[in-house]
């Protein structure tokens, strides 16, 4: 099985920066896209970025300026580096990932998947 987990949440101030993680682990053969996505209250889930295997980066409009979205191929992990946040920053973050799994000697499985997200608190 795949597991994705998110870290790094918690309390902070507006202003303060805060870098969230994300690593994959169990039968991983390849991570191809990585992203976060953020949930509001009372809001839909939405993208923040993405970067693919090969670093190639985007940012959603919303929080470009703010966001770094990096990876550790060889960790399996994406991380979302933030900057001056914002109370409405106030979300449960998410991370996504499409991966390669073996399933046999012979034969793979791709598909994406989910984190259960991190949550994040901006107030003063």
């Known amino acids: 099985q795949v597991q994705l987990v998110e870290s790094g949440g918690g309390l902070v101030q507006p202003g303060e920066s805060l870098r969230l993680s994300c690593a994959g682990s169990g039968s991983i053969f390849a991570i191809h896209d990585m992203a976060w996505y953020r949930q509001r209250p009372g809001k839909q889930r939405e993208l923040n970025a993405t970067i693919t295997r090969g670093r190639s980066t985007n940012y959603a409009s919303s929080m470009e300026g703010r966001l770094t979205i990096s990876r550790d191929v060889a960790k399996n992990t994406v991380y979302l580096q933030m900057a001056s946040l914002k109370p409405e920053d106030t979300a449960v973050y998410y991370c996504?990932?499409?991966?390669?799994?073996?399933?046999?000697?012979?034969?793979?499985?791709?598909?994406?998947?989910w984190g259960h997200g991190t949550q994040l608190i901006v107030s003063s």
């Open positions: 996504n990932a499409d991966i390669s799994r073996r399933v046999s000697s012979d034969s793979y499985s791709r598909n994406t998947y």
